[in-house]
């Protein structure tokens, strides 16, 4: 029961996530730094997938919950940093950016590290 609350959330992280890549994606073909928000939606439209992924073979990888949350939580410092870099010409903390991308790194080593760690085997 918890497992699948968890692959819910990773589920709802994934159309939060997706949906703000779309907004992104339209900030920058209306205005603003269209490089900074065509970062911005890049990692969101590319991460957004993966959280899906880990929803669905929640039970199969056995490194979902914590790759899961180290996706979303380095998705959301990155794009978001780069997002308000765009729209208000600062950042919320210093490194924000790196923090999340080293974090968005260590999440996806997370799902490769599941493949050596798989459920029922």
């Keep these: 029961m918890r497992s ?16 703000f890549g779309v907004v992104f994606a339209a900030a920058s073909a209306h205005g603003g730094d269209t490089r900074l928000y065509s970062a ?10 993966a959280l899906l992924g ?7 990888i ?3 919950g914590i790759a899961s949350l180290l996706i979303g939580l380095g998705c959301v410092l990155f794009a978001g940093d780069v997002a308000m870099l765009a729209r208000f010409g600062e950042s919320p903390f210093p490194y924000a950016a790196p923090t999340g991308g080293t974090i968005m790194i260590l999440g996806w080593l ?3 590290a599941g493949a050596a760690f798989r459920r029922g085997s």
């Excluded at 699948?4 to 949906?19: E, M």
């Excluded at 880990?54 to 199969?60: F, H, K």
């Design 4 to 19: 699948d609350l968890f692959a819910r959330l990773a589920l709802l992280s994934a159309g939060v996530i997706g949906a």
């Design 40 to 49: 911005a939606a890049l990692i969101c439209l590319t991460q957004a997938p």
């Design 54 to 60: 880990l929803s669905i073979g929640w039970r199969m």
């Design 62 to 64: 056995r490194t979902a």
């Design 110 to 112: 997370t799902v490769a």
